[in-house]
């Protein structure tokens, strides 16, 4: 059964996806060349037809090489996509075959459309197989790169990465890609209405060099992914953003970097439920939720300290065994900010005691040369402080009842 979508997700969902309109004739599509002679500059079905138009794609439409445009979308045609089409050398609009039925492999044909200034849209197919890495030679591409629903199985070309001109969205959601985001991606720094990627099998870390996609104005989308990394502190650099950083169930861990408090732009969609994030949200992030109508971070562990990974795990219990006195808070910064040293130093007693609290980590299922240090005790203070002042708050409404039944 799927995963419910959060309410921007669902938003973006309703904004690209296209459909197609009932109670309207059939018939095969077929080449007339009266219709389409060779010197034709121009194939153009949009759907808006009165008839929906099946079958397969002729081949001879790759004849057509002084075409500057190829759009069949929004019909109900099946087969492959043919290799035919990569002929259409001179086009300098673009590709439309989007909302049929495709099937088979993307051409790596389509890679030879050099000239082509606009959009390559093949999203809503069933299309599979990989994405060809010949797509990073549409250097030209401004609007769009259109690949999401369909059932690509590939990882995600680096190659991408040179289509520095692309203004629009690059959506690849809704497939089966798997492997890494690529480091290369953060070279779109033109793009400004969307980088989908939500609802594949990428696994690996958000890349830093995300944040370099200052222009980006709405719709990061990685939701839906197996990532399993921090979120990046760089992408509180991403401070044009009006909308939509939707980010639920990448399986993210760690704190939540106080830079997202720099989005101060930002209006619809912030949205990181489901995951693993700990510790407190920093006062920054938690002021943006009086300014945004989907504010989502719901089931993470947020309000918890945070658990030493596994590495950072093990490194504190050999050093415990080897009666090493190093303090282990100092090296593990998933878990704590501070340790014993700090609060040594802060109170000036060399002690070796967390001289504020004077409690043993124990009690917060972690483990610090028996100190406990300030991020994980505060977090549990400010969690009490939170219950304290609801009760509070509880009264006083309770209160102003009363007053006003009287």
Known sequence: MPMKRSLATAAFLAATHQHVS??????????????????????QLTGDEDVIYTG??????????????FQISDHALTGTLPTQLGNLEKNQYGIFVNGNSLTG??????????LATYAVQLQE??????????????????????????????????????????????????????????????????????????????????????GAMTKLQEG????????????????????????NMVM?????????????????????????NNNALCAELPAEVAALERQLDAWEWESNKLGEPCELSGDAAAAAAAANEEGEEEDSCAQTSQCFEHSCQYWDAKNGKDDAMCDRFGVS??????DCSGCACNSAVEAAEAQARRVEEAKAARVVEAAAAVAAAA
């Open 22 to 43: 009932a109670a309207k004739s059939e018939e095969p599509l077929v080449f007339d060349p009266s219709i389409y002679p060779t010197t034709a500059h121009m194939v």
């Open 105 to 114: 492999t993307i051409p790596t044909e389509l890679g030879k459309a050099t």
């Open 361 to 366: 980590l124990a009690e917060y299922g972690c």
């Open 248 to 272: 639920n169930f990448v399986e993210f861990t760690g704190t939540v970097p106080t830079q997202l408090g720099r989005l101060t732009r930002m209006t619809a969609g912030l949205s990181f």
């Open 125 to 210: 197919n069933q299309f599979r197989g990989a994405i060809p890495t010949q797509f990073g030679q549409l250097t030209g591409l401004t609007s769009g790169l259109g690949l999401y629903a369909n059932s690509l199985e590939s990882t995600l070309p680096t190659e991408l990465g040179n289509l520095e001109a692309l203004e629009g969205n690059l959506l690849v959601q809704e497939n089966r890609i798997t492997g890494t985001v690529p480091t290369q991606f953060g070279q779109l720094t033109e793009l400004t209405h969307g980088l989908g990627l939500y609802s594949n099998k990428i696994e690996g870390t958000v890349p830093t060099e995300l």
């Open 220 to 243: 990061m989308y990685l939701a839906y992914n197996r990532m399993k990394s921090t979120i990046p502190t760089q992408l509180g650099q991403l401070t044009g953003m009006t909308a």
């Open 56 to 69: 397969t794609i002729p081949t001879q439409f790759g004849t057509l090489t002084d075409a500057f445009l």
